[in-house]
Every structure is written in structure tokens, then in C-alpha cells.
């Protein structure tokens, strides 16, 4: 069978959180007189909960509530951890820094790319953020998808296969006609295991520079890029 | 609370059914020399089983399946009640004809006038088509959808309210947030039963110029507009 569509893989993928979420977070802690924090490990120790908490979401047991809840969660326990009462903070103030998820910036190359895609194939989020987050951050990053599916769609987060499986049911499609485009070794290696197409774009700057947490799980994917324009090339748009 | 969003009915609101569905059944009915079915009456026997089947959904107690499977069954329905035999056609035939409904020519204002809404709204829609089809349908017609959610996102059909709080929760809004847009009286009354906006478009031709069936529940609407442009030039956009 060939290639049908395209579903991503989001956040380090096709948008850079480290840097957004560092830049806004700034102005919250420079408040309270805590700009000794560094910014980016305050955004890596936010994104650490993240992949912790999804991590084993399904086998918690925990009803599916949004990723907007689960952040706002996150970085309370976060600012606890560092001995900040997040009190200190108006409600306004905690959700608006919890919405810095919906308007982080794109990889340079995430609009052009994803744009010559769109030409050829349907592309589609299959993403553990909400519908609303996907929209707005859609929005502020000018990313033409067709349609937000993954988490919220399948009422799972990944890694439970629920979310992979659904989202490509909801496409009308086999398993091994929808390719997964991630940074993340990890999420590919589900989608392998499931039987889908798999395509790595390479994002060395997603920690910084440092390595990914899950490079242990590197295969050979059917397809390997360091650009979104360049896996459009690879793919013939 | 101001207007946020932008939620669409579809099937006649923003696309042509009647003229499309006429049209591609004509060389299937050929093919077996019945050509003496008025071809609109094809068409509009086909729309009146989805009428009446999602009317009643949520009562049947069945389980939720897409509007693929549905149209499937109520093709074949109609054609025994036409004293057609399905089994006259091949399964692919079946298949490609159901799929007309992926392939619905929109009205001549429709992409220009989501494209100007766009501009300023979250645009989504909120229609019984499933996601398979909206997407089909949005890459034909030219759609550009934010999001496709609706019946098979809330696993619910239209009129069913899940339908309609489940799309606006998705959203992240309250129901006087966001705005139905229809052509049909009877599902605006049932946004506007739950709290939300509503915006009427005139789609006179929806029937080949015959009156709409729910005509008995029109209402005065927030707004009326005889276009999509129209709809885009009175909210500003």
C-alpha cells in the first residue's frame, strides 16, 4: 500500500517550545524577584513533567481531561518544586502563562514545509495537545492543517496506541498508509510497531543542543530529514 | 460575551449537495437503463433518509458510525425501494458512489467567504459528515477549516445538543461565544436553544428553489446573510 496522508507529531517537531516557553516565562519569575532561575531549565523542567505525566496516563487510570488542564498542573507542581507558592500568581496570570503552549513559535522551515505537503497529501495533528491549543497555536504559527486529531480526538495521549489507531481510523485509512512525522524516536517506534509509515525529522536544537532524552530508541525510519521542506522534496511536493 | 468562533453547518450551508449528488448518479442509473428516475428526485430521496435517520439516532440506541457507513446503507435502501437490486453493482461502485458525498461542489461564495472569516475566526465545522469526508470535501471545495469537528468528534449526531456543546467545549468557549452557521431553521434553533449564536445564510436553491422542509422554524436570527461573503462584510471581516 502507498502513502496516503501525513499525521505529526507537534511540540519539538514542528514548533520549538524550549525557546517560547523560556522567553515568556521570563517576566513571571522576574515578578516575584526570581531571576536567578535559568529560563531554559525552567521550560525543560516544564516539559519533563509533561513526558512523565503522559508517560503513563493510561495506566494511572486518571478520566481524560485536556492538555491545558494538564499543564496548568504541571507548572504548579513545578513552581512548588522550586519553592515558589504558585499563590503568588492571579488566576489570570497562571493562565495566561499556561497558554504560552498556544503560541509557541514554529521551526523556520514548519510552514513552507508543511504548506508543499498540504499540496500532495492530507496533513493532519496527531499531537497530544487539545483542540483549542492546536487551533490558536495553527494560528500564531500559520500551520494549514486539515484537521486536529490525535489526543483530544481519541480521548488518549500517547504512547497508549489508541491515539495512533484512531486518529488513522478517522482518516478512512490502513495503519500502513498513514505516516507518522516526528523529531522523537520514541513516538516512531509505536507507530512502527503498529504498522505505520514513519519519517524522522531531525531537531538538534530541541534541547538545546543537548540529546534527546529517547535516542536509544533511533532506528532506520522510511523516511529521515532535517527539514520539513526537505522530507516535502523527499516526498515529491 | 463577544462572538470567539465560528461553528458551520455544511450539507447545504457551505456546499451544494442536491446539484452534485443529481449529477454523478446519473451514469450508475445509466448503467442498468434506468434512466427514467428523475434524477433530483434521486438526490433529494437520498437526503430524506439522512434526514430522518439522524433525526432519530440518539433514540435508535445504535452505536455511534460514521456518516460513511450511513449513507452507504441509506444508498442501498433507496435503490430497493426504487425496485433496484444493489447487488446490480460492483462493491467498488457502491463504494465510489457513496463517496459523491466527499466530492460535493460548494456555492460559488463559500471559500472566499470562509477565507475572509478565516481572517478573523476560528472557523469550524459542526455538521454530521465525518472526518474522512470533511477532508475530502475541504481539499475539493477548497475549505479552509481550522478544525472538523461535529458528529464524529462528540460521537453524536445532530440534533443530538452533544453535538453542539461537545464542539463548542472542544473550542475552549462558552456556547454564547460561538456562532452556528446554517441554512437550515431547525438546527439553528437548537444552537440557539443551548445558548449559542446564530447566523442564517439563505440557500434558496438548496432544493431546486422548493421551499426547505423545517421553514416552520424560522426565527429571527442574531444574523441573515444571502452569502458567505455577505455573512464576512457584516461581521467585519
Known amino acids: 500500500m502507498a502513502l496516503q496522508a501525513l499525521a505529526f507529531d507537534v511540540f519539538g517537531t514542528v ?6 516557553v523560556s522567553r515568556e516565562s521570563g517576566p513571571y519569575l522576574a515578578k516575584i524577584g526570581r531571576s536567578d532561575i535559568d529560563l531554559d531549565c ?6 519533563a513533567r509533561y513526558i512523565s505525566t503522559l508517560l503513563t496516563y493510561r495506566e494511572s487510570g486518571r478520566k481524560f481531561v485536556v492538555l491545558d488542564v494538564l499543564h496548568r498542573e504541571m507548572l504548579e507542581d513545578w513552581l512548588r518544586e522550586l519553592k515558589i507558592d504558585p499563590g503568588a500568581f492571579s488566576e489570570a496570570e497562571l493562565g ?3 497558554k504560552i503552549w498556544h503560541r509557541l513559535d514554529p521551526w523556520p522551515d514548519s510552514a ?15 499531537s497530544n495537545g487539545n483542540v483549542a491549543l492546536m487551533i490558536a497555536m495553527a494560528k500564531h504559527a500559520n500551520l494549514p492543517w486539515d484537521a486536529i486529531l ?3 480526538f481519541t480521548r488518549s495521549y500517547k504512547p497508549d496506541p489508541a491515539t495512533y489507531t484512531g486518529t488513522v481510523a478517522a482518516l478512512g485509512l490502513e495503519l500502513q498508509e498513514v505516516c507518522l512525522v516526528a523529531a522523537h524516536h520514541a513516538d516512531l517506534a509505536v507507530a512502527r510497531s503498529l504498522g505505520m509509515l514513519t519519517a ?3 531537531r538538534p536544537l530541541e534541547y538545546g543542543g543537548a540529546p534527546h532524552p529517547d535516542i536509544a530508541a533511533a532506528q532506520a525510519w522510511d523516511h529521515a530529514a532535517d527539514s520539513m ?3 516535502a522534496a523527499q516526498l515529491g511536493c
Chains 1, 2 share one sequence.
Open 15 to 20: 514548533v520549538d517550545w524550549r525557546s517560547t
Open 42 to 47: 525552567f521550560a525543560d523542567g516544564w516539559r
Open 96 to 98: 495566561n502563562w499556561t
Open 112 to 126: 513552507e514545509g508543511l504548506t508543499r505537503l498540504k499540496a500532495r497529501y492530507p496533513i493532519v495533528t496527531l
Open 150 to 152: 490525535g489526543a483530544e
Open 200 to 202: 524522522y525529522v531531525d
Open 229 to 231: 521542506i526537505s522530507l
